[in-house]
């Protein structure tokens, strides 16, 4: 992929009106190549289809939300890697961390701002964590930087050596 045209984003969520605008949005930055799907069960099937680079998906959906299709796309999805960001009103703390725990890439907050929701596509579509798998948990690296006073014990064979994580200021809090 070379440039944002050659993207292929697929919009999901069940209010038509919000996958209008998503859709004008990325229009708006040369993004044509837009697949939307009205529940996550349209999205695995057109994720299973055509491969897609970015998923938007809205948190509050029925019957399946946009948590368990995060964590379906990542467990049985064609390609659990994708970028999947989620896009919802609800931005507490703990909903934060419940979308992170689920395997998104990132998170939008609604109403969406073009500013940010183009910064969160380029974050995404470049970003190079690294996905880890546990008996309970795929997706992105959780941690986004070193814990300051952590003194606990090493969780990953990659801990061991002791060597300080290289991360990109985008990711500090």
């Known amino acids: ?71 379906l796309a990542r467990k049985s999805g064609p390609n659990p890697y994708v970028p999947i960001l ?17 395997g998104v890439s990132g998170f939008v907050k609604k109403p969406i701002s073009a500013r940010v929701l183009f910064d969160r596509m380029s974050s995404a579509l470049t970003d190079s964590r690294l996905f880890v798998r546990t008996e309970d948990f795929f997706g992105p690296d959780r941690r986004r930087g070193p814990t300051p006073g952590y003194a606990g014990p090493f969780r990953r064979s990659a801990d061991q050596g002791g060597e300080e994580l290289d991360l990109d200021a985008r990711f500090r809090v």
């Open 86 to 102: 989620m896009m919802t009103a609800h931005t507490e703390a703990s909903r934060v961390a419940a979308a992170r725990d689920a």
């Open 1 to 71: 992929m070379t440039s944002l045209a050659e993207v292929h984003v697929l919009v999901v969520d069940d209010n038509r009106q919000m996958r209008t605008l998503m859709r004008a949005l990325l229009r708006a930055a040369f993004i044509t190549r837009v697949t939307d799907a009205e529940n996550a069960e349209q999205a695995f099937e057109a994720m299973t289809a055509t491969p897609v680079d970015l998923v938007l998906v809205d948190w509050r959906m029925q019957p399946m939300d946009g948590l368990e299709f995060t964590r």
